[in-house]
C-alpha cells in the first residue's frame, strides 16, 4: 500500500476486511503509515501494518511476502518517490494499481468498471501501455537512427573536423545522464566547450552564453548539431528518438524534490527530442512546464504522436532553435 490521508486508510481497512478481494496488505509506505493519523469511521481497525520507508524495505517486503499486487491510492508522480517504487514494482513483475475516491484530488478521472468496495480501482500500465507498442517504439527508433546515422555521417564528419580545428583534441563530450526508471548511461555529444573540471561538468544548467565557446561550438549548439552523436546512444538503446529529456543526476535530485511528477518523468525512455522541447521548452525555460508535458507525452504516448514531434523538430531544425 503507498499512500497517505483518509483514503488510503480505508482502502487499507476494506482490504484487510474483506477477503473476498483476494489482496491482503502486507506493508505500507506513506508519510502518515505510522498510524498516528486519523483515518475516519472504519479504519484500520488498530491492526498495524509495517511501515516501509525505503526503496530497499519494499524490495525486501516484495521478495519475503511474494508480493503480486502493488496498490497506490494517489497516482505515483504525485508520491515522494512514486516513479521509482512504480518501477521497482514493475521490475518485480508485481501488477501495479490506482485504487482512489473518485471523487477526489487524484483521481485522474478514472473511468473504470473495476471498484474495491466502491473506490475506483485502475491498472496502472509502464508506458508504453504495452509490450508490443513498446518493441514497436523500439524497432521505430533503430531503423530510424541507423538511417540517420547513414545518411548524417558526412555532416558528422564536417561537425568532428569543426571541432577538432577549432578547439583541439577530444572531439566527443561524454556525460552521465539518468534514463528509464532512473538507471544512469553515458550520453554523447560533439563537446562545444570544455568545462573547468568534473564539478562544472556535472552541476553547471547552461553554459550556452560561456565566453569560452568557439564560434564552432555556438554554431554546434545553436543547430544543435551537437546532439547529432546521440543517435548512437538510440541504436544502442540508452534512449529514444523521442521521450523526456534526460538530465544529469544532481539536477534529477534537485528537481525532484521542488517539482511534483519529474522522477514520473522515468517511466518512459528518455530522448533526443520530446513533447516539451518541441513548444520550445529548452535551455532556461520553465522545468515546471516541461515535467507537465513529459508526462502528458507518457499518458497520451502513441507511434503518431511521436511520429508528430519527430516531424516539427526537424522543422525546428531549419530556423536554427538551438539551446
Known amino acids: ?88 514494482f514493475l521490475r518485480h513483475g508485481c501488477r501495479v494499481w490506482l485504487v482512489t475516491d473518485r ?15 466502491g473506490f475506483a480501482a485502475a491498472p496502472l500500465h509502464d508506458a508504453p501501455h504495452h509490450p508490443v ?23 558528422m564528419a564536417a561537425c568532428a573536423l569543426a571541432v577538432r580545428v577549432c578547439d583541439g583534441p577530444g572531439v566527443l563530450f561524454r556525460q552521465e545522464r539518468v534514463g528509464r526508471h532512473g538507471q544512469p548511461f553515458v550520453l554523447l555529444k560533439f563537446r562545444t566547450l570544455r568545462p573547468a573540471d568534473a564539478h562544472e561538468a556535472a552541476t553547471r544548467w547552461n553554459v550556452a552564453s560561456d565566453h569560452r565557446m568557439s564560434r564552432a561550438g555556438r554554431f554546434l549548439r545553436r543547430t544543435s548539431l551537437d546532439e547529432l552523436p546521440q543517435l548512437w546512444n538510440v541504436l544502442r538503446g540508452d534512449m529514444s528518438l523521442v521521450g523526456p529529456r534526460p538530465e544529469r543526476p544532481y539536477f534529477v535530485q534537485q528537481f525532484s524534490r521542488i517539482h511534483p511528477g519529474y522522477r514520473a518523468r522515468h517511466r518512459m525512455p528518455v530522448g533526443i527530442t520530446g513533447l516539451a522541447q518541441v513548444h520550445g521548452l529548452r535551455g532556461d525555460t520553465s522545468i515546471e512546464d516541461r515535467v507537465r508535458f513529459d508526462n502528458r507525452y507518457i499518458e497520451t504516448w502513441s507511434l503518431w504522436q511521436d511520429v508528430c514531434v519527430l516531424a516539427r523538430t526537424a522543422g525546428s531544425v531549419f530556423r536554427l532553435g538551438g539551446s
Open 1 to 88: 500500500m503507498i499512500g497517505d490521508g483518509p483514503v488510503a486508510e480505508r482502502v487499507t481497512a476494506v482490504l484487510q476486511e474483506r477477503a473476498e478481494y483476494g489482496l491482503r496488505p502486507v506493508g505500507r509506505v506513506g508519510r502518515g503509515a505510522a498510524g498516528d493519523g486519523d483515518g475516519g469511521p472504519g479504519a484500520a481497525e488498530g491492526v498495524p501494518l509495517p511501515v516501509l520507508t525505503t526503496a530497499q524495505d519494499v524490495g525486501r517486503a516484495v521478495i519475503q511476502n511474494s508480493v503480486r499486487h502493488a496498490v497506490f491510492t494517489a497516482p505515483p508522480e504525485s508520491v515522494p518517490d512514486g516513479a521509482a517504487l512504480f518501477g521497482l
Open 103 to 117: 471523487s477526489g484530488p487524484g483521481s485522474r478521472g478514472l473511468a473504470t468498471r473495476d471498484h474495491v468496495w
Open 133 to 155: 507498442a513498446y518493441r514497436a517504439k523500439r524497432a521505430m527508433d533503430a531503423v530510424l537512427a541507423t538511417t540517420a546515422l547513414a545518411a548524417a555521417a558526412p555532416l
